[in-house]
């Protein structure tokens, strides 16, 4: 990542006018001109609505950062802005480089060309000459795979096909800036993953990403840092996966409780100043029965700790032990454990379920369970009852340090709420060298087979007598 700043935003402010009605718009299109004639005060006939509100951020050549928030946060607006398709109501945008943007599907796109000639469209648009874009047509045609349809109208193209093209396009005029929305959620799993490795190659060339998406894991694998809006602001910015675990949080909370920890997270503004007050958020149980001194480390405990729902369960003295009870945090490759914990109930709920993750220490999930996606439910019938529940798994893991989360659920009529989330619950660490028989973070179990075959011998030619 180079010092240098790619795209610099700073105090920007983006305000429409919402009319009530439409013989307002036109109100405030004459009367405020014959106020001001005759000296009388004006009357405003609109409301304000700010979709983004005094946003600073800079991206460093290089860098990439996710964009994370809810519908209507002010996420895609603040791209338009950077962009230049949009003007700031108030601050300015600097942005240094060529920059490519997949901002929505097709956009830019002739609907009444074909293919190939939006391709060459915008792809003067965004700074190749003809004969550059004449040399590539061949490898974006490849890279977008949508066979013969190059040559018809992108009228008659489906959204994926569309953005196969655009996205196509956009990566192959070798940008110093790609600028993506959250458009190829559109594309099937190949394509996906063709995309992704695409970004890849931007990133290792120095390239800088800047890109709109509501995948955790997208955001934790492929970010340096993160920004999470909210109404128009931009709320906590740092790594990333202190920011995917606010945004969960505010996701997961009612109206009230959203409210205070938004203000919470704003007053902290960076994820190094919410760290001092994250690890007082929740308070780790100390271990309250058997413990195998040995395996149990007391200065291992989790210190990121965030929890939410909607306050009508608790999840509480989450833990890990051995099969036989034991309390442990200190793991064994290939070993069986237990997480551990006990949900008290507050509220009679139906269709309850329960569920964990574990996870690398940078975020990324390795897998859970929830019992919900076995069709296993809990009818809790009155306040007051409590369930203890225990997930067993083996350790597959590389030695290493991992967490886990720990959560309840109910399936309600407008879908699956949290009764309570415990994110990052418990911290622990898996012992042993650095396995050299195999890669990665789990072990698979991978059996290889290998069979050596000689060279087939030239068959002698026939010579004529």
């Known amino acids: 990542m180079s010092s240098e700043v ?42 304000e609505f700010a979709a983004v509100e005094n946003v600073n951020l800079k ?116 940008p110093d800036i790609l600028i993506v929305d959250e458009a190829l959620s559109v594309g099937d799993e190949a394509f996906q993953r063709k995309c992704f490795a695409r970004i890849e190659q931007i990133k290792e060339r120095g390239g800088t990403i800047l890109f709109v998406s509501h995948s955790a894991q997208t955001v934790t694998q492929l970010c340096d840092r993160a920004l999470l809006m909210d109404r128009g602001e931009g709320i906590l910015l740092g790594e990333p996966k202190s920011v995917i675990k606010q945004y969960q949080r ?103 379920a329960f569920g964990t993750m574990l996870k690398t220490i940078n975020g990324i999930e390795l897998g859970g369970i929830g019992t919900n996606l076995r069709q296993e439910y809990v009818e809790i019938t009155s306040s007051g009852q409590s369930v203890e529940v225990r997930m067993r798994f083996k350790c597959a893991l590389q030695a290493g340090t991992y967490f886990c989360n720990a959560g309840v659920t109910a399936d309600t009529e407008n879908g699956l709420s949290y009764l309570h989330r415990l994110v990052d619950a418990v911290c622990f660490r898996v012992v042993g060298d650095v396995s050299s028989d195999f890669s990665g973070a789990v072990d698979f179990k991978i059996e290889h087979e290998l069979t050596l075959f000689e060279p087939k011998s030239n068959p002698s030619h026939a010579v004529a007598s």
């Not at 210190?303 to 999840?315: C, L, T």
Request: one cysteine or more; charged letters at 25%.
């Open 6 to 47: 790619a795209i610099e935003i700073d105090h920007i402010s983006k305000h429409y006018m919402i009319y009530d009605r439409p013989e307002d718009r036109l109100k405030q299109m004459l009367l405020p001109k014959l106020h001001r004639m005759v000296g009388v005060a004006g009357k405003k006939y609109y409301r």
């Open 59 to 174: 991206v460093m050549r290089g860098e990439t950062v996710g964009i994370v928030g809810g519908n209507g946060s002010g996420k895609s607006t603040l791209l338009q802005l950077v962009c230049g398709t949009l003007h700031p109501t108030a601050g300015y945008i600097k942005v240094r480089g060529r920059i490519a943007a997949l901002l929505e599907l097709g956009s830019g796109f002739n609907p009444d060309f074909t293919g190939r000639e939006n391709v060459y469209m915008n792809a003067s648009i965004l700074g190749l000459s003809q004969r550059e874009t004449q040399d590539r047509f061949e490898q974006i045609a490849e890279f977008a795979d949508i066979g013969h349809f190059i040559e018809q109208p992108t009228k008659t193209y489906s959204s994926g096909m569309n953005v196969r093209l655009a996205f196509a396009v956009a990566t192959n005029v070798d």
């Open 250 to 352: 505010l996701l997961g909370l009612d109206s009230d409780a959203k409210n205070k920890a938004r203000a919470e997270i704003k007053a902290a503004g960076t994820t190094d100043r919410l760290a001092k007050t994250e690890s007082v958020s929740r308070q780790i149980e100390p271990p309250t029965g058997p413990v195998d001194e040995a395996w149990f480390d007391p200065t291992l405990q989790s210190s990121s700790a965030v929890e939410y729902g909607d306050n009508s369960a608790k999840i509480s003295d989450v833990h890990i032990t051995r099969t036989n009870g034991t309390r442990v945090n200190v793991l064994t490759k290939g070993i069986d454990y237990d997480i551990r914990y006990t949900v008290d109930f507050i509220e009679a709920a139906g269709l309850v």
